[in-house]
């Protein structure tokens, strides 16, 4: 059973950095393309960043220089490193996986699994 926790999220001000973390149980990640999604209030889920069993790595145009995505699979976990935070930033955060076809998805709907996600809250 694949399980996905997430932890390190907080309430931070404009310019303030975080680092969330996932951890994963039930199966190892190396064989899996890993993701962070995100969802504001009144909005659609939208992809972070991803990760891929071969090292490729993906983010999207809002968070490119300031997000950085990493995985261990030897600990079977999967971080987000994000700097410079900005109020549009705000959102719950989540985990996801997909077994990888060497190459990874990027819609929400492609992730059969995820984790039940980690408050992020900038201020202004």
């Known amino acids: 059973q694949v399980h996905l926790v997430e932890s390190g999220g907080g309430s931070v001000l404009a310019g303030a950095s975080l680092r969330l973390s996932c951890a994963a149980s039930g199966y190892t990640i190396s064989r899996f393309c890993m993701g962070w999604f995100r969802q504001s209030p009144g909005k659609q889920r939208e992809g972070v960043a991803t990760?891929?069993?071969?090292?490729?790595?993906n983010y999207a145009e809002s968070v490119k220089g300031r997000f950085t995505i990493s995985r261990d699979n030897s600990k079977n976990t999967l971080s987000l490193e994000m700097s410079s935070l900005q109020p549009e930033d705000t959102a719950l955060y989540y985990c996801?996986?997909?077994?990888?076809?060497?190459?990874?998805?990027?819609?929400?709907?492609?992730?059969?699994?995820w984790g039940q996600g980690t408050q992020v809250t900038v201020s202004s």
């Open positions: 996801a996986a997909h077994v990888s076809f060497g190459y990874c998805l990027t819609s929400p709907v492609h992730f059969p699994y």
């Open positions: 990760s891929d069993k071969d090292g490729t790595i």
